[in-house]
């Protein structure tokens, strides 16, 4: 079964309250709709109420069931600047009003309040404003630092270790990590699989050497990562550095790494930096005829995510099952 | 540019970025020079806000490198603003 089609069975019916901060973008209009005709989420709007409504009525959508709420006349405002300063003495509550009155920052301060479940924005502006809002309001899942994205590909055909669906990151945000932020990069993503793939995922942290087959900074860079990552999540299945055909071929592991804990069927891969990642992704969706899902943000304290500016309405709907199945993940 | 504007520029981005007055030139950058990370701008913003009673727009405000720019988009605002 297609695997969007998957996530929304999973969500369907669970009640999860998902925010979009551009509610007056007509495509996030017919999304919140969409979520309520399949029972997907219960949906908020920001923005205003009176224009939201024009907008609708343009559109021909019903908003039955969908929550409107103007940030900079809600009554929450107060309350989430007093929780914005919580613990710091060096901003008033006057200034953090003003900070979290904005959409992005009000939706992100819903899901730090419990007001809402998943954030799902970024269809009008850059991907920045999205990582700023919820980095600095939500904050951030235990143990990370670092916000970071993964595709989620689906590729027609299982490779030789038998993966078929696997989790690329990070390949759209962290330009050079180092090792700490890799670290972070790899036990993220390996959470975010345990839920999207639905297994005890099996994370590669890639390099151009296998267990010391190559000597270079480049290489102790992702040695300490995967020591890192093992330290911070004991319970995932890390193994690194790996070259790619090391972590997913069970034959090439045998002979190249015969004490890897992988075997040659990672389903996680964590490259060393931007280039590698971006590059990676692309050669498997073009050359490999994957479908590349993604990027979806990750490492906030509860999903967020960032939509690109040409995302259809069945983009945000697709991102809002994805978010929904997240947030049940385990850590 | 008025003086009363430089002023609480200046005072916002001290108080904000916890830096010294001295430190603080119109040729300042926000980034580079006065260690603001992408995450303080967004309270610089705000802070802006409050101090000159105005609204920022988040993607306009973004583009705002250095402490003269901030001084010169800030007045834009006010006088918009405030008439």
Avoid: W
Wanted: aromatic letters at 6%; charged letters at 25%; one cysteine or more.
């Amino acid at each position: 079964m297609d695997l969007i089609q998957k996530y929304k069975d999973i969500v369907r019916g669970r009640g999860l309250r998902v925010v979009y901060p551009e509610g007056n973008d007509e495509r996030l209009i017919r999304a919140a709709a969409e979520c309520v005709r399949e029972n997907l989420a219960r949906p908020t709007l920001l923005g205003k109420p009176d224009e939201i409504a024009q907008k609708a009525r343009e559109a021909g959508v019903a908003l039955n069931g969908v929550q409107v709420l103007d940030p900079g006349a809600s009554d929450k405002v107060t309350g989430y600047a007093e929780l914005y300063v919580k613990g710091r003495d060096d901003m008033s509550v006057k200034v953090a009003a003003r900070l979290v009155r904005k959409p992005f920052a009000f939706g992100a301060m819903m899901l730090k309040a419990g007001d809402a479940d998943l954030f799902v924005g970024g269809a009008t502006v850059p991907t920045a404003i999205v990582i700023q809002a919820a980095s600095l309001c939500a904050g951030f899942e235990p143990g990370i630092s670092t916000p970071s994205s993964f595709f989620l590909m689906d590729c027609p055909q299982a490779g030789p270790g038998g993966a078929k669906q696997m989790l690329y990151a990070d390949c759209a945000i962290n330009i050079s990590p180092n090792a700490r932020e890799l670290a972070e990069i790899a036990v993220c993503t390996a959470r975010t699989a345990k839920s999207l793939l639905g297994r005890e995922p099996k994370t590669a942290l890639l390099s151009f050497s296998t267990h010391g087959s190559a000597s270079h900074a480049d290489a102790e860079k992702v040695i300490e990562a995967t020591k890192l990552a093992r330290e911070m999540a004991p319970g995932f299945v890390f193994d690194g550095e790996l070259q790619l055909d090391s972590a997913i071929s069970p034959k090439v592991a045998a002979k190249k790494c015969p004490d890897s804990p992988i075997a040659g069927q990672a389903d996680v891969f964590i490259f060393p930096d931007l280039d590698a990642g971006n590059i990676a992704y692309k050669l498997t969706q073009y050359f490999g005829g994957a479908k590349a899902i993604g990027p979806i943000l990750q490492g906030f304290a509860k999903p967020a995510s960032d939509l690109s500016r040409g995302a259809s309405v069945e983009d945000v709907v697709s991102a809002t099952a994805i978010l929904g199945v997240m947030a049940g993940k385990g850590t | 540019m008025s003086d009363r504007i430089k002023e609480g520029v200046i005072k916002v981005v001290c108080e904000t970025l916890k830096v010294d007055e001295a430190d603080v030139t119109l040729e300042s950058r926000f980034v580079d020079d006065l260690g603001a990370d992408s995450l303080k701008s967004l309270e610089l913003v705000a802070g802006f806000e409050e101090e000159f009673d105005i609204e920022m727009e988040e993607e306009a405000a973004l583009s705002v490198k250095t402490v003269g720019d901030a001084v010169t988009f800030i007045s834009k605002v006010v006088k918009e603003q405030h008439g």
